[in-house]
């Protein structure tokens, strides 16, 4: 059991390290620019320094679960704490897409259909084998 959770942890770095490097055409793909033209310096400046942050620890995740997955499942304190982080991070992003985004202004491009599958269930796949990881560490 622990050899296919940690491939799964591998599994789950890779996809956070592949979205860390996808989120370059986010802001192209949902017209930032123009969202955000209309917003005072401050508050664009926040917006900006928020998405850095996020990205931060998408790549910060991605590359210790990659990196440190045999480590992520020892049953340690800070792997149990790490995981479950993760599983409520993406967890809540989860819900967040389901239950307070408002998509409608979305460009309506079969890329953007498909690019919005394709997070919802990397972010499925990460909340689940995340918190695996902390059933497992617990156990």
């Not at 979205?19 to 400046?45: F, H, M, T, Y």
């Not at 679960?65 to 409520?88: K, Q, R």
């Not at 953007?112 to 059933?135: C, D, M, P, R």
Request: aromatic content about 16%; proline content about 1%; hydrophobic content about 55%.
């Amino acid at each position: 059991m622990d050899q296919y959770l940690t491939t799964a942890i591998k599994f789950a770095g890779l996809g956070q390290i592949v979205l860390v490097l996808a989120s370059v055409a986010i802001p192209k793909c949902l017209e930032w620019n123009k969202g955000l033209a209309d917003l005072r310096s401050l508050l664009r400046q926040m917006f900006w320094t928020y998405a850095v942050y996020v990205t931060g620890v998408h790549l910060f995740a991605g590359v210790v679960s990659f990196g440190a997955s045999d480590e992520l499942v020892n049953g340690s304190f800070v792997s149990t704490a790490v995981c479950l982080l993760m599983a409520l991070w993406w967890g809540a992003r989860v819900v967040i897409q389901f239950f307070f985004f408002d998509r409608t202004d979305v460009p309506d491009t079969l890329f953007n259909k498909l690019a919005e599958v394709g997070l919802v269930s990397l972010f499925l796949y990460l909340t689940i084998v995340y918190s695996w990881a902390v059933i497992e560490n617990l156990g």
